[in-house]
Structures are given as structure tokens and as C-alpha cells.
């Protein structure tokens, strides 16, 4: 296999896009909600809170699946994680009752999200490793496989569901989730000597967590999170609120997901010509705009807003692997890209169960904004930090 991946190292790339076409739950969670909602008797709060959950344990499986993943090596991640994505679909399709919420976020939302956390930076590290020169443009080709996959999944979930019920359709998406993303999993290999990166070390896992930078991403991390999330599970039910059809409601999660893949290819080639820096810090100052600007949008406006919002959110997700190999190195890519996930897990929970508790409505636009720019500072202040350690490391290996 590795004499083959010398040859033919795209066969990463699309094997990566194979899994990550189909593990975007989140972007096509739209088309979940009205069914989950109605066929296990779940108010939308509580179908939305599902989802919640399975961004939550996306970053807490990031860690493990980091572990797994530098230890093991991608394919065996991938493999685990792709088991772990069946298993929490037929489970919910198959033995859940309804009304059991609890039931429901254990064996489906944490499952489901431990299973893509698995998958995606086992994916994403692998990609890098065979691409050093040109990680940004790697990891946007599989992150673009990553905003499609809202478009597919909602195809697969429409399509199944209208004839067969979600709890079937739920069965069937088990299966084809499972098959495929393992069948791509082994094609998962690490190369056997991958290039070094000029003026980045290995910083060890202890080192890391205790660093400065390490605390600055992961806040951005999180403040990055409700400028999407804070409306992509209630997305069709503000389409209508705002006068339009919930067909057309629907399209939003078509136009968001295609939206999300132009970002997260673009961005992250951008972010290969400009810096990983100077092209966060736009998106964070865009989505600060925007998260006001949807405040007022209405009708088909609403959606032209929205697409930007996804767009920036997704180029700020696709540059992430990438700036934390840059800063941390490629040796524990995986268990470095977990922790640093923890952020959008504490994001995902705390500013949906925050916008609830106060009874927020419009206001979680000016919650979304607030992040977002608070992001963009704590970015100004990560990038002078990077910088001068960058500079260092480059003096002392010149020296040498």
C-alpha cells in the first residue's frame, strides 16, 4: 500500500472526500430535525439539542480518535470511527423508543459525533503528511467534500424518509455510512517518511496544553461556533418566520451546504497564498457583519446572508488543521487537532443552552457578533504570538 500511495497519493484526497462527503451530519441536520422531531416525539428545543450533542461529542471524540490515531495510525481510526457512525444510526432507527431524549443523545448524537470525530482528523492529519507543501489545498479538497455532504445526506435522508419512514431511512443511511467511510479507511496510511516543515518543531502533547497559543486557539475555536450554530438547526423554521415557504426553507440547507464546500476549498487555499492568520482574521470580522446583518434579512435575502454566514464559518473550520500543524507540528497532528476541537465542543453546548436559558431570540444574533469579534482580537493577538516564537525556532535552527 505504501509503494502504491508513493504513486498515487490523490487516492488520499479521494479516499478523504469519499468519507467526508458522507460525515457531515451538522450541515444537513435541517433534514433531520422535522422528522426526528415528529416520529420520536421530541419538541424542537430537544431535536435541536440532539444535534447540539452531536457537535459536542465531535470534539471530545477528537481527542480519542487523535489518540487512536497517532498511536495506531489513520486507518485504524477511520475504521473505528466508521463502525461507530453505523452503529449509532441503526441503533436509533432499530431500538430507540420515542420520548426517551436522553436515550436518544446517548446512543445516537454521541455515537454519531464520536464516529465523525474519529474520521475527520484522521482524514484531515493523513492528507497533510502526503501534502506538506501544500496542506491548505489538501485538507480544502477533503474540507469541500465536507460541505457537500450536506446537500448528499439531505438527498439520502429526503428520499429515504419520504418512502420509508425515518426509522428506516435511518437504518439504510447506517449501512451506506459504514461501508463506505471504511472502505475508505483503508486507504488511510501515514507515509512512511513524511517531509519535515521548515521552522515548526514536534511540540510535545504536556507542551502544548500548557502554551499560551494553545489557550488562544481554543477560545477562537469557540467563539467561532454560534455564528452558524446558533441558527443552522432552527434554519427552516426562521425561513418561514420570515416569510417564505418551508420548501423554500429547505433550500436553504441546500444552498448552505454548497456555500460550506466553496469556503472550506477556497479558504483554505487562500490561507496557503496569504497566511492561515490574515485569512482568519477576514472571516472573524465578516461573520461579526453578518450575524447583524441576518438580523434584518428577510425573505430570499435571508438565504444570500445565510450562504455567506456558512461560507466564512466553513473557510474558518478548513484553516484550523492546518494552522494548529503549523504551530504544533506533524507528529501528534491528531491528539493536538482533538484538544484544540474541545473548543468547539464547549462552544456547540454552551451558547445554544446560554441562548436558551435567557430566553434569547433576536438577541443571539448580537451573541453570535460579540464572538465573532472577539475572536478576531484574540486572532490579532495568537498571530503576533506565533510569529515571534515562529522567528525564534528559524534563528536557533540557522544558528545551528
Request: glycine letters at 12%; one cysteine or more.
Amino acid at each position: 500500500m505504501q509503494n502504491f500511495l508513493k504513486k498515487h497519493p490523490w487516492c488520499i484526497l479521494a479516499a478523504g472526500a469519499a468519507i467526508q462527503i458522507l460525515t457531515g451530519i451538522p450541515s444537513a441536520w435541517g433534514a433531520f430535525q422535522k422528522p426526528i422531531t415528529a416520529e420520536y416525539g421530541f419538541s424542537a428545543d430537544e431535536a435541536a439539542l440532539a444535534f447540539s450533542f452531536v457537535i459536542c461529542f465531535f470534539g471530545i471524540g477528537c481527542i480519542v480518535g487523535g489518540f487512536l490515531q497517532d498511536r495506531f495510525g489513520p486507518r485504524t481510526a477511520g475504521l473505528c470511527g466508521s463502525a461507530l457512525l453505523a452503529l449509532g444510526f441503526v441503533s436509533a432507527g432499530w431500538l430507540l423508543p420515542a420520548g426517551q431524549t436522553v436515550l436518544f443523545y446517548a446512543f445516537f448524537s454521541a455515537p454519531v459525533g464520536l464516529g465523525c470525530a474519529f474520521l475527520y482528523p484522521a482524514v484531515m492529519s493523513c492528507a497533510q503528511k502526503w501534502y506538506t507543501d501544500r496542506k491548505g489545498l489538501a485538507t480544502g479538497i477533503i474540507g469541500g467534500a465536507v460541505g457537500l455532504s450536506g446537500a448528499a445526506l439531505t438527498l439520502l435522508v429526503r428520499g429515504l424518509e419520504g418512502a420509508l419512514g425515518i426509522r428506516t431511512a435511518l437504518i439504510i443511511l447506517g449501512g451506506i455510512l459504514g461501508g463506505i467511510c471504511g472502505a475508505g479507511s483503508l486507504f488511510l496510511k501515514n507515509p512512511s517518511a513524511p517531509p519535515k516543515q521548515n521552522n515548526t518543531r514536534d511540540v510535545p502533547l504536556k507542551e502544548m496544553l500548557k502554551s499560551k497559543q494553545y489557550r488562544l486557539l481554543f477560545f477562537i475555536t469557540c467563539l467561532a461556533t454560534p455564528s452558524v450554530l446558533l441558527f443552522s438547526p432552527k434554519i427552516v423554521e426562521m425561513a418561514q418566520e420570515r416569510g417564505l415557504s418551508e420548501a423554500a426553507g429547505l433550500s436553504f440547507v441546500w444552498a448552505g451546504s454548497l456555500s460550506s464546500a466553496a469556503g472550506r476549498l477556497s479558504m483554505a487555499a487562500l490561507s496557503d497564498r496569504i497566511g492561515r492568520y490574515k485569512t482568519d482574521m477576514i472571516l472573524f470580522a465578516a461573520l461579526c457583519g453578518l450575524s447583524v446583518l441576518f438580523l434584518w434579512a428577510q425573505g430570499w435575502w435571508m438565504l444570500g446572508v445565510y450562504c455567506l454566514l456558512t461560507f466564512c464559518y466553513s473557510g474558518e473550520a478548513a484553516v484550523l488543521p492546518s494552522m494548529v500543524t503549523d504551530l504544533f507540528g506533524q507528529k501528534q497532528a491528531g491528539i493536538h487537532y482533538g484538544f484544540v476541537s474541545l473548543g468547539m465542543s464547549a462552544g456547540s453546548l454552551l451558547f445554544p443552552l446560554t441562548a436558551k436559558w435567557l430566553g434569547l431570540q433576536t438577541a443571539r444574533h448580537w451573541v453570535a457578533a460579540a464572538a465573532a469579534l472577539l475572536g478576531f482580537f484574540l486572532l490579532r493577538i495568537l498571530a503576533a504570538d506565533a510569529g515571534g516564537k515562529q522567528s525564534a525556532v528559524a534563528s536557533k535552527r540557522n544558528s545551528d
